[in-house]
Structures are given as C-alpha cells and as structure tokens.
C-alpha cells in the first residue's frame, strides 16, 4: 500500500505536468510557426503550415474556452493570413499545381479538415459573435476553392469547329 505522503507526491507531480503541458503545446506551436516563417522553399511552407494548422484552430478552441473570443479570433486571422501567404507563394513559384501537386495537395486536404472544426466551433459561441468567425471561415473556404481550382483545373474540350456549308 502506498502511505499518503505518497499518494500526495503523485498527484502534486500529475498536477504539475498537467499545469504544463499547454505551456509546453504553446511553445511548439510557437516554434513550428517561427520555423514556417523563416522557410523559403514555398513548398516545404505549405507542408508545414499542414502540420500546424490544425494546432492553431485547437489553441482557437481552447481560448473560446476560456472565453477568450478576441484572442481566438486573432488566431484564426492569423491562420488564414497564413494560408494565403502560403497559397501566394506556391502560385509564384510557377509551380503547374496538375503536376506538380507536392504542397497544393497537402494544404487543401489540411485547409479542408481545418474549415470543418471552424465550422464545429462557430456553433459553440454566441449567435451576436458567430459572423466575425463566419467571414474567417469564408475565406477560408474560398481560398479551398482556389486551391482546388489549381489542382483540377477545367479545360475546355478542344473539338475543332464544324464548317458552315
């Protein structure tokens, strides 16, 4: 049997690691994006923005939690300001996204799953607060519509025109 003194260490040291472990969450969060923003390579950009994004829309999550909307709403800016950069970049890059897809791919499906928890969390604020987080999400969505755009572009079925008799 384990005396309470014991007892007593052991929940004062799960405490302590539950105390921390957002601290330590936030900080890798805070080092992938440091990463991100110095990283050149508009490829290996959009690869690591799909590793993150998800994190930001958590941290999101969390602050509304704690109520904390402005906050949550910062960092859902700074996420689509972040795919927008990133998408910017890929589309100067001269990239032929149909057959190079690398980065294009790995952003849209992330960007995809990422404007789906948006949506889940629109419905857990306030009705008054919900266009704020709504036009995020819009963008979001159109910038989806873009990237998918470059992925399946639409060409028009060359057929050779019939001459008039």
């Known amino acids: 049997m384990h005396s309470s003194a014991t007892l007593r260490i052991r929940a004062a040291v799960v405490l302590a690691l539950a105390l921390c472990a957002p601290l330590a969450a936030q ?10 923003q110095h990283e050149a390579d508009p490829v290996r950009k959009a ?12 941290l999101a ?7 904390d909307d402005v906050a949550a709403l910062r960092t859902l800016h700074q996420y689509r300001d972040e795919v927008r950069e990133t998408f910017a970049g890929l589309q100067a890059s001269g990239i032929d996204a149909e057959k190079k897809p690398n980065g294009f791919k ?3 499906i992330s960007l995809r799953e990422n404007i789906r928890h948006i949506g889940d969390l629109i419905f857990t604020i306030p009705v008054d607060k919900r266009p704020f987080f709504r036009a995020v999400r819009d963008d979001l969505i159109q910038q ?11 060409t028009p079925k060359q057929h050779p025109k019939e001459e008039q008799p």
């Open 27 to 36: 900080d890798r969060l805070n080092k992938r994006i440091d990463q991100y």
């Open 144 to 154: 989806q519509n873009d990237l998918i755009d470059a992925l399946f572009p639409r």
């Open 47 to 58: 690869r690591d923005l799909a590793k993150f994004g998800g994190d930001q829309v958590n």
């Open 61 to 67: 999550k969390k602050q509304l939690k704690t109520g």
């Open 106 to 108: 790995q952003l849209q």
